[in-house]
T-cell receptor, first 114, second 110 residues
Framework: SAVISQKPSRDICQRGTSLTIQCQVD?????MFWYRQQPGQSLTLIAT?????????ESGFVIDKFPISRPNLTFSTLTVSNMSPEDSSIYLC???????????FGEGSRLTVL | DAKTTQPPSMDCAEGRAANLPCNHS???????VYWYRQIHSQGPQYIIH???NNETNEMASLIITEDRKSSTLILPHATLRDTAVYYC???????????FGKGTRLHILP
């Protein structure tokens, strides 16, 4: 199994600011995804983080709002830009390898925007 | 959109088998059925997956109907720690993204 470390685990931010969330994995993984989970809701896929190229965004999510980096096979960042209270959510990093197909999830970063 | 349908909630008595149904009537021949669960305030946890045959591991059993249009996750002896939201997911292959539906909120009753 992969051990995933997300930072920060939680934060309280002011409207209009930006926050970058880091996802560090203890092994090289081929797949990395970012999800959002709003209060009381299921998980929504934001994008696939592609190593060495631009992320692939799902419908309703754009790069200007959620820029993603993935410089190598063990690390990725998600930035939530120009935040509003509607961005208050848990943001989760998910990783996996093609060998097993199993995806592992971090514990998430709980973001509150005032 | 999620390709599965699950009941929004279920109750199960502690110590009994919990049987969680899932409908995936539009599943294609090369799509897998995956189950994850999410315990409150934690990230989702992988449980089991299968293609055609029934599968069993240390956590659960997965029963897939012959026509593959539905499946059942079985927790053989439910405990209070099994209280969680259970997600049934259909996934093309091993490097495909996972799209979550609303899941089933399972309550284990003491």
């Amino acid at each position: 199994s992969a051990v995933i470390s997300q930072k920060p685990s939680r934060d309280i931010c002011q409207r209009g600011t930006s926050l970058t969330i880091q996802c560090q994995v203890d092994s090289q993984v081929t797949m990395m995804f970012w999800y959002r989970q709003q209060p009381g809701q299921s998980l929504t896929l934001i994008a696939t983080a592609n190593q060495g190229s631009e992320a692939t965004y799902e419908s309703g999510f754009v790069i200007d709002k959620f820029p993603i980096s993935r410089p190598n096979l063990t690390f990725s960042t998600l930035t939530v830009s120009n935040m509003s209270p509607e961005d208050s959510s848990i943001y989760l990093c998910s990783v996996g390898t093609r060998n097993t197909g199993e995806l592992f999830f971090g514990e998430g970063s709980r973001l509150t925007v005032l | 959109d999620a390709k599965t349908t699950q009941p929004p909630s279920m109750d199960c008595a502690e110590g009994r088998a919990a049987n969680l149904p899932c409908n995936h009537s539009t599943i294609s021949g090369n799509e897998y059925v995956y189950w994850y669960r999410q315990i409150h305030s934690q990230g989702p946890q992988y449980i089991i997956h299968g293609l055609k045959n029934n599968e069993t591991n240390e956590m659960a059993s997965l029963i897939i109907t012959e026509d593959r249009k539905s499946s059942t996750l079985i927790l053989p002896h439910a405990t209070l720690r099994d209280t969680a939201v259970y997600y049934c997911i259909v996934r093309m292959n091993r490097d495909d993204k996972i799209i979550f539906g609303k899941g089933t909120r399972l309550h284990i009753l003491p």
